[in-house]
């Protein structure tokens, strides 16, 4: 873990292509560490999510280097390590398990430790059938939460004021219909990380990640 954040804290500062290009053989030094914990994790969680077996490190890692069409701060690299653990692969839309190493220092993303279970965006169609499936779901959605890891919690990131329309207001689960990410996020300890423990959090999640991927399913069944 120490070779990757020394090396992702010596990019966060040397942003550029002629000192990444005079450091590639630090960066593939670090990429292989980040790799190696990656095949960990895959492994581990095929264990008890079986859509994951025959996903492999190509099918769940993301180039180190921008899409210089999106880059904000206009600088070419992210300081930081991802994999998206998925049914499919991180481009078939499903949601799954997310592992981050970085170099940032406050708790919001792109922060130093990141772990997240879901997907950051839920389109129209799931997120109409999800809220549904809790409205009738006589509280089975509630149960999986309340029986998550401590360490996670639900994104509240641009959670609806007041009730999306045709929704039962006073509902007992309204505060859950009226999210509008469908994603659990949390930290570990990168000083010491423990691929069992990170294990033990994505396990706690399975529910939840069945649940978001089955109105997924059932979106693209009906055409939505």
Same mark, same amino acid.
């Not at 070779?3 to 292989?32: C, G």
């Not at 190509?58 to 701060?73: L, P, V």
């Not at 997310?98 to 279970?117: D, K, M, N, Q, W």
């Given at each position: ?35 190696? %914990?990656? !095949?960990?994790?895959?492994? &581990?969680?095929? =264990? $008890? /999510?079986?859509? *994951? +077996? ?5 099918? #769940? ?68 059938? %999800?809220? !549904?499936?809790?409205?009738? &779901?006589?509280? =089975? $959605? /509630?149960?999986? *939460? +309340? ?5 996670? #919690? ?71």
């Amino acid at each position: 873990m120490e070779t990757i954040i020394r090396f992702l804290r010596q990019l966060e500062v040397n942003n550029n292509k002629p000192w990444f290009d005079s450091h590639k053989n630090e960066y593939l030094e670090a990429r292989s560490r980040f790799n190696a %914990i990656v !095949e960990k994790l895959i492994a &581990g969680v095929s =264990d $008890f /999510d079986p859509t *994951i +077996k025959g996903i492999g490190i190509k099918e #769940s890692t993301y180039r180190i280097h921008k899409d210089m069409r999106f880059s904000k701060d206009g600088l070419p690299y992210k300081t930081h390590f991802g994999a998206f653990i998925a049914r499919g692969g991180k481009k078939s839309g499903y949601s799954g398990y997310y592992f981050h190493i970085g170099t940032g220092s406050s708790e919001e993303y792109p922060c130093r430790s990141f772990l997240a279970v879901g997907n950051y965006y839920t389109e129209p169609a799931v997120l109409k059938i %999800i809220r !549904e499936d809790i409205e009738l &779901g006589g509280g =089975d $959605f /509630d149960r999986i *939460i +309340k029986s998550l890891h401590p360490s996670l #919690s639900l994104d509240q990131d641009r959670k609806l004021k007041r009730p999306p329309m045709g929704f039962d207001a006073e509902g007992p689960y309204i505060e859950y219909v009226k999210l509008k990410n469908f994603c659990l996020s949390g930290t570990y300890d990168d000083s010491k990380p423990d691929v069992e423990e990170i294990l033990n959090v994505f396990r706690s999640a399975k529910p939840f990640l069945d649940y978001v991927n089955r109105a997924i399913e059932f979106s693209r069944e009906e055409g939505f």
